[in-house]
């Protein structure tokens, strides 16, 4: 009796602190921090939200919102496909139930960074999935690549299941153990590789956490840097909800006033046409989905000329990839199944596939990273050309962004492996640099950086002022009055 009303006690002191510390005026005031330490009247029961029953005479904080979200909905696939198997299997408790995500983190007790059992069934992702005493101090995630991520607060709570389950090592590592010894031999041993749905975290963190299939010798944009604020998972979307915060979009993009509106967002670091159709107005949305367009005509291409066998491609079924029986371009219901599913797979095409994919499980990977996505789906498309016998035309399509916003380039990659831009080149080689210049007169090391931002040159991101600069000094010592700051 005595452990009873303990334990009881303890979740009481847990749902007072978070109450108390949601009414704390904070920068981001839906999201729950350190826990503080409360003496609560003694009740006889209560149960933790989300786990069981409302729990009487308790207000949850946020919990209207959570209940409206994804992440509560009960009858979503996502928490019943295990259904029939009596309970949600451990390789995917992790992202599937609260459960396997506290056992993935430790806080069950188990080892942390595995997911020791299967989880049972009946959970969603509950409150205590992301509140609880590991969550308060997690920075960092640790991606498929094998590459660790650092310094990213709360919003590792979201990549730890937003990250997708692939990278290009498990591409290689896939055509490596069907033993070829060139990119264009069919291999029965040889299947799909797919990194799983809503894989925003690996969008956003770009070439650092290798999420896509990067080809060799190729540079690749790194994390995709937007406004402070807003540079992050939390800082864009409601994190009970899950919405995004589209009346604070409008500010910087006019003109948005739904999900949709975003895909029509193009700025002025984009001025590049990446699809080759001429048109520049267009959102960067569509200029993903006319390279895509063109990788699929180029992978058909090559299942026909080179694998031997028509291939086609259905996002509704499992595994995606089907024979084209008919040859008509399009899958079909009746070859959209199991049985029929691609089987003349070779490494030059298995890495064009997983690229393909990785463009489309991420509906808002044009916001999240969409200069990455662009490169690999540019890369793809080139790797194909090598062997076809009719390349897809690549003329007037770009891969890459001019010089001040070419993020993949030396001129902003050159530091990565030292983690920081050396204060010796801050000023003209991070985001951050020339306005810190600007106001102090000095640089100190700055983070590395994806090209230049908005805030590089402009003093107010709303109207797009620039900074006022009267006079430069060069480095001889002379001094050049400009006359129109």
């Not at 959970?123 to 310094?151: L, R």
């Not at 909800?241 to 009346?247: F, H």
């Not at 990455?372 to 009719?390: K, P």
């Not at 492996?417 to 100190?444: M, Q, R, T, Y």
């Amino acid at each position: 009796m005595r452990n009873t009303k303990t334990a009881v006690l303890l979740v009481l002191m847990f749902v007072a602190a978070l109450l108390l510390v949601a009414s704390c005026a904070q920068p981001e005031p839906d999201i729950i921090e350190k826990p503080v330490t409360v003496v609560v009247p003694k009740k006889e029961t209560v149960i933790v939200p989300g786990a069981g029953e409302p729990t009487e005479g308790v207000e949850v904080p946020f919990q209207a919102d959570w209940a409206s979200s994804g992440h509560a909905d009960a009858e979503a696939e996502a928490f019943v496909h295990w259904d029939e198997d009596g309970a949600v299997s451990a390789s995917c408790a992790k992202c599937h139930s609260t459960g396997g995500y506290l056992d993935f983190l430790g806080a069950d007790g188990t080892a942390a960074g595995t997911v020791d059992n299967d989880a049972p069934l009946g959970t969603t992702v509950t409150c205590i999935a992301c509140h609880n005493e590991v969550t308060w101090d997690k920075d960092s995630v640790i991606f498929p690549s094998g590459v660790e991520i650092t310094g990213l607060g709360p919003e590792s709570r979201c990549m730890e299941c937003h990250q997708g389950r692939a990278s290009s090592a498990s591409v290689d590592t896939a055509i490596e153990g069907a033993g070829l010894t060139d990119d264009d031999t069919v291999s029965a041993d040889l299947g799909f590789t797919n990194i799983h749905y809503y894989a925003a975290a690996a969008t956003q963190a770009g070439g650092t956490a290798m999420g896509g299939y990067q080809y060799e010798g190729m540079a690749y944009d790194a994390k995709f840097t937007h406004v402070a604020g807003y540079d992050s998972c939390v800082g864009c979307h409601n994190v009970h909800t899950l919405e995004l915060k589209l009346d604070e979009c409008s500010v910087c993009h006019t003109g948005v006033s739904s999900s949709d509106d975003l895909k029509d967002v193009r700025m002025a670091g984009s001025l590049v046409d990446y699809d080759g159709d001429g048109d520049l107005s267009e959102g960067i949305y569509y200029e993903i989905e006319g390279l895509r367009a063109m990788l699929y005509q180029g992978m058909q291409a090559y299942a026909s000329e080179v694998a031997g066998t028509a291939i086609v491609y259905n996002a509704a079924s499992y595994p995606y990839f089907f024979i084209d029986t008919d040859a008509n371009g399009e899958a079909s219901e009746e070859e959209s199944v199991r049985d029929n599913a691609f089987n003349a797979w070779t490494g030059r095409l298995a890495k064009a596939a997983y690229n393909y994919q990785t463009s489309l499980k991420d509906p808002g990977a044009f916001a999240h990273g969409g200069k990455y996505i662009i490169q690999l789906l540019y890369d793809s498309i080139a790797d194909l050309n090598t062997v076809l016998a009719t390349p897809i035309d690549l003329t007037n399509a770009n891969r890459i962004d001019d010089g001040h916003f070419a993020g993949s380039e030396e001129a902003f990659r050159h530091w990565d492996e030292d983690g920081e831009v050396s204060s010796s080149c801050a000023k003209c080689h991070s985001a951050d640099g020339l306005p810190l210049f600007l106001k102090e007169g000095v640089n100190i090391s700055a983070a590395t950086a994806n090209g230049f931002a908005c805030a590089t040159c402009h003093d107010d991101v709303a109207t797009f002022t620039r900074y006022a600069v009267e006079s430069v000094e060069f480095p001889s010592g002379a001094e050049l009055d400009l006359g129109n700051p």
